[in-house]
């Protein structure tokens, strides 16, 4: 349960606010992702980042800007987002050669 | 891209009886097809996975089969209890070279009643 931690787990913020989400992993993993999770859709992958490097980008508006400064961290830069932005956003972690992924609890963020 | 179809939606069961989630998948080069379940407020949790190469797989009272031909793939839960109620998810996923490109259906609401 504590392999893949989320930091805040839970963020209002206003339209013109910036702030950031944070993803660590402790399972030594090489991938992580970031995902968006709202109500009556399936999950979105947003990000992906293996080896720090940058592999998918999934047509994700410039207002979420992600960093990866390590293979063990993760964050999810916010500025000025919408209402429509407010969802669960998920991060997860993979190591090369399994498939799979294991989630974090996740941020809920609302935007008003 | 891939596209994963899930239904349905909602699922209520008695407790005892069997609960089946179906998915179907679009890209064959999906080889990897694991399922999550959501309880509310917590993570996505894997329960069970399935490799393109095996037909069917089995861990107590969940099994996953595979129809790679057909492209569809099922959640069987047999003996349902309380505890199972929760959102299940499938997914199709294609190794990218060191990470997993992942699509996952809507998921399943699945209530248990006692």
């Known amino acids: 349960e504590t392999g893949v931690t989320q930091t805040p787990r839970h963020l209002v913020m206003g339209m013109t606010n910036k702030k950031s989400l944070k993803c660590e992993q402790h399972?030594?993993?090489?991938?992580m992702y970031w995902y968006k999770q709202s109500a009556k859709k399936p999950l979105e992958l947003m990000f992906v980042y293996n080896f720090k490097e940058q592999t998918e980008n999934n047509s994700v508006p410039s207002r979420f800007s992600p960093e990866c400064p390590n293979s063990s961290h993760l964050f999810l830069h916010l500025h000025t987002l919408q209402p429509e932005d407010s969802a669960l956003y998920l991060c997860?972690?993979?190591?090369?050669?399994?498939?799979?992924?294991?989630f974090g609890p996740g941020t809920r963020l609302l935007v008003l | 891209g891939e596209n994963v179809e899930q239904h349905p939606s909602t699922l209520s069961v008695q407790e005892g009886d069997s609960a089946v989630i179906k998915c179907t998948y679009s890209?064959?080069?999906?080889?990897?097809f694991p399922w999550y379940k959501q309880e509310l407020g917590k993570r996505p949790q894997l329960i069970i996975d399935?490799?393109?190469?095996?037909g069917e797989k089995k861990d107590q009272r969940i099994a996953v089969t595979l129809n790679k031909t057909a492209k569809h793939f099922s959640l069987h839960i047999t003996e349902t209890q309380p505890e199972d109620s929760a959102v299940y998810f499938c997914?199709?996923?294609?190794?990218?070279?060191?990470?997993?490109?992942?699509?996952f259906g809507i998921g399943t609401k699945l209530q248990v009643i006692p």
């Open positions: 399935i490799r393109s190469n095996v």
């Open positions: 997860a972690s993979s190591r090369s050669g399994a498939e799979t992924q294991y």
């Open positions: 997914a199709a996923s294609e190794n990218a070279g060191g990470y997993q490109k992942v699509t």
């Open positions: 399972l030594g993993h090489n991938a």
């Open positions: 890209d064959s080069a999906s080889n990897y």
